[in-house]
């Protein structure tokens, strides 16, 4: 399968306001309502046939940038403008690329344009993650292949050489890696318990939806079954342990695997030894803290690459989410003693790969882990958790981190016809329960096989979207 190149002639954006049944704490932000926005890309061939392809993501605000100063308005026009911005580089050069090519590009012009624009590496990314996805999507469906037969092939034309921030990849035989890939079929979805979700019944709360789905921590795990967790920090150490306290009552007993998200709440690596120390201390949380496989991003992003957390890595392995801002921000951790990194689709499907190599280069070279953990963004079901399912699913990983199948009702404000195309494409990854169609999730797991159909995850153009329920923008 060749690498083709083609032509980038159309870029459109689409949005639907999002409301959230539950409020959703991280970090900084509480979330009760989110713009998502959809993109069309159109391609063109040598042969001049044409393919459209998509893909969605939420606005999320304070996550790409956390400055306080700004709003939530602010922070979504903020990821708007990377959008812009990035539609600008890819559709001004009328030169035919691979997919690939079209993203190494741009990569570094559309940091430069952003950061002319006062945005952030992280913020200016997410123009490109999306392009790139709605990219692929029609190079895929122009193939008719699926994204794990595209990546076996490297029908994207992926080549890390092109670029300076992957000249630590040159020498990869970038082919023989994508092929040895081994995708799974199912995976293991990972349950956030947020800052301000209930854990129990008693501290349910009394304006909780009644709409037939869950509400606390027990009721979560009763209706999915769920034995992986990511458990979210707020930066007290006093506060997250008595926190623990209280959810590792409730699932310690069926708890496989714990992840802790710091979300850059801790001032400095020493505020966070003082936690772990304190954490490791407490025999009552000794059972949470046996299942703990990584603490996620648990110190600010400006101080995360610059001071050597090794000493804190070899009591527990730490990884990095907030500040992989570029390609190069690995190999920067890396040095500074991190040995995970999050594969997050709103910083970038090439992104994930190429770390994903790394991983495997590091860890054969040192004899030691290098590791990438699933990571969710409040993905919505649709095009947007399809994908990065058919991401994470094809790198391989046993589990990944979902939420927004909990805090948002499915497709409940979607059109019914819209519903019904995707249960239709996928009847093993969705269900029709409470009066929507929604994320399936029996046993804590995931099913997977519908996502080996062509197009990236989407079975078809367009994926079944309703396209004129949404607002055209921008």
């Known amino acids: ?274 936690f772990l120390d304190r954490f490791e201390a407490a025999p009552a949380l000794a059972p949470l803290r046996a299942r703990v496989v990584f603490v996620e991003q648990p110190i600010r992003r400006e101080q995360t690459l610059q001071c050597d957390v090794s000493a804190l890595a070899r009591r527990i392995p730490l990884l990095v989410d907030e500040s992989d801002s570029t390609l190069r921000s690995f190999v920067q951790a890396r040095a500074a003693g991190y040995t995970g990194i999050s594969s997050k689709s709103c910083k970038g499907v090439y992104k994930s790969i190429l770390n994903a190599a790394r991983c495997a280069l590091w860890s054969a070279a040192e004899g030691k882990t290098y590791f990438q953990s699933g990571e969710d963004l409040t993905m919505q079901a649709g095009v947007g958790v399809q994908q990065d399912l058919a991401l994470v699913g094809w790198l391989g990983l046993a589990h990944v981190e979902r939420n927004g199948h909990h805090y948002v009702n499915g497709m409940a404000a979607l059109p019914a016809q819209e519903q019904l195309a995707f249960q239709t494409a996928h009847p093993a990854l969705y269900e029709t329960s409470a009066g929507a169609v929604r994320l399936h999730i029996r046993d804590g797991l995931i099913d997977l096989h519908s996502l080996a159909c062509p197009g990236f995850a989407t079975a078809k153009p367009g994926a079944g979207i309703s396209w004129d329920a949404m607002r055209s923008a921008y």
């Open 1 to 274: 399968m060749a690498a083709l190149r083609f032509f980038i002639d159309e870029i459109r954006f689409f949005e639907r306001d999002v409301a959230l049944r539950l409020p959703f704490r991280f970090g900084v932000a509480t979330l009760t309502s989110c713009p998502q926005v959809h993109v069309q890309a159109r391609i063109r061939f040598a042969d001049g046939s044409t393919m459209p392809g998509c893909a969605a993501e939420m606005l999320v605000p304070k996550w790409f940038d956390k400055n306080l100063a700004l709003s939530n308005e602010d922070n979504f026009e903020q990821l708007r403008t990377a959008l812009k911005l990035a539609r600008s580089a890819y559709t001004a050069e009328p030169v035919a690329h691979t997919a690939w090519g079209h993203f190494a590009a741009h990569y570094d012009a559309v940091l430069a344009a952003g950061a002319q624009a006062g945005l952030n590496p992280l913020v200016a990314s997410y123009g490109p993650a999306l392009i790139d996805r709605a990219v692929l999507d029609a190079l895929c469906l122009h193939l008719q292949c699926s994204f794990a037969q595209a990546m076996a092939t490297n029908a994207a034309g992926m080549a890390p050489r092109d670029l300076d921030a992957t000249r630590d990849l040159a020498s990869l035989d970038i082919d023989a890696f994508l092929a040895r890939r081994s995708p799974v079929t199912q995976i293991a979805a990972r349950h956030t318990v947020g800052l301000l979700d209930a854990i129990g019944q008693a501290d349910r709360p009394l304006d909780a939806p009644d709409d037939g789905l869950p509400c606390t921590l027990a009721e979560v795990v009763a209706r999915y079954g769920h034995r992986h967790f990511k458990l979210k920090l707020g930066g007290n150490a006093a506060v997250d342990l008595a926190r623990l306290r209280e959810i590792s009552n409730l699932i310690g007993a069926r708890a496989q695997v714990v992840t802790l998200d710091g979300n850059e709440q801790y001032a400095d690596a020493a505020a966070f030894a003082d």
